[in-house]
């Protein structure tokens, strides 16, 4: 399988904190791509890094990309109850992206 | 929002029945996506086009097939649905997501086979 795998699994945080989801792929990648997914619904995308890239920024959300480990972090900062969602990463190189098991984050208010 | 659509967005159906799930986006986007999505909550790619009449197969095997007669047209359909079909069904589409384009989704069909 080209499956990554992502953890933890599940995380619980208390609103205000930071919360940080790890991702694992197995080959190589032109790019990485974060996406969320609430309760129901479809994925949204959040971040895109390429492989030439390792730290990217958007708002609340900081994304590093370590190719020689083949993972990418997801930071989101000063967490809020609307970021209750999964989390997943897609990587791709010529083919289509593969996501992994991603994240299940509980923000407690 | 993403301009793509899935109907329906649940159905419960009994065995041996064949069933088509549509997937429609307006965006006018040459590739299309069926992921297979359980409820552990990982994505698998079960379907792939890279336009019309392109047709692949993805990861994981499945006993579904799929047309691309339209670009913006992707449906996928199980000619005798079984128990073992049950789960979510998820399209997307994108202009190129091997070059960093995001993938835009539908919010799926949740599919019950008695």
């Known amino acids: 399988s080209q499956q990554g795998e992502e953890d933890p699994q599940a995380l619980s945080i208390q609103e205000g904190e930071n919360a940080t989801m790890n991702c694992s792929y197995k080959?190589?990648?032109?790019?990485l791509q974060w996406y969320r997914q609430n309760s129901g619904r479809g994925l949204v995308h959040l971040i895109l890094?390429?492989?030439?890239?390792r730290e990217k920024h958007s708002g609340r959300l900081r994304v590093t990309l370590d190719t020689s480990k083949k993972s990418s972090s997801l930071l989101i900062t000063a967490s809020r109850a609307a970021d209750t969602a999964s989390y997943f990463c897609g990587s791709s190189g010529n083919t289509p992206l593969v996501f992994g098991k991603g994240t299940r984050l509980s923000v407690i208010a | 929002e993403a301009d793509i659509y899935q109907t329906p967005r649940y159905l419960v159906i009994g065995t041996g029945k064949k069933i088509t799930l549509e997937c429609s986006q307006t965006?006018?986007?040459?590739?299309m996506y069926w992921y297979q999505q359980d409820p552990g909550m990982e994505l698998h790619l079960i379907h792939y086009s890279y336009g019309v009449n392109s047709t692949e197969k993805g990861d994981l095997s499945s006993e579904s097939t799929v047309s691309r007669i339209r670009t913006e047209h992707f449906p996928l359909t199980l000619e005798s649905a079984r128990p073992s079909h049950t789960s979510q069904y998820l399209c997307?589409?994108?202009?190129?997501?091997?070059?960093?384009?995001?993938?835009?989704f539908g919010d799926g069909t949740r599919l019950s086979i008695l």
């Open positions: 080959t190589s990648i032109n790019n």
């Open positions: 997307a589409s994108s202009e190129d997501d091997r070059s960093g384009q995001p993938q835009h």
């Open positions: 965006m006018g986007h040459d590739k």
């Open positions: 890094i390429r492989s030439n890239e």
